[in-house]
């Protein structure tokens, strides 16, 4: 395997993950998800929710997404929260360009 077809697989991958952030966008913020998916990462993904609708999926694409990110956001939340209004500093590592 090359290095640009490994690249080609993480670049797909964190696209595909932008646009379930982007099209999940009522329950999930992040405002520059839809400029990292790109057109055809976003309209194959919502072609293929539309699809999951239709069939009646038992998990209709990018819910696990969604729910993740929302758990996570929260538990983020609750910890800004508990230092009662005290400066305080959150770092986030990833790797990617989902990350």
């Known amino acids: 395997m090359s290095i640009q ?3 080609d697989y993480f ?3 964190a696209c595909q ?3 379930g952030r982007a099209l999940w966008k009522h329950v999930i913020h992040d405002p520059l998800a839809h400029l990292f998916a790109g057109e ?3 309209r194959n993904l919502h072609i293929k929710i539309q699809n999951d609708q239709v069939n009646n999926a038992r998990e209709v694409s990018g819910v696990i997404l969604a729910v993740r990110t929302l758990w996570f956001d929260s538990r983020i939340q609750a910890a800004l929260d508990s230092f009662h209004g005290d400066a305080a500093q959150v770092v986030l590592l990833g790797a990617g360009m989902d990350a």
Do not use: G, I, Q, V
């Open 5 to 7: 077809s490994e690249w």
């Open 11 to 13: 670049k797909k991958s």
């Open 17 to 19: 993950t932008a646009a």
């Open 40 to 42: 055809t990462h976003l």
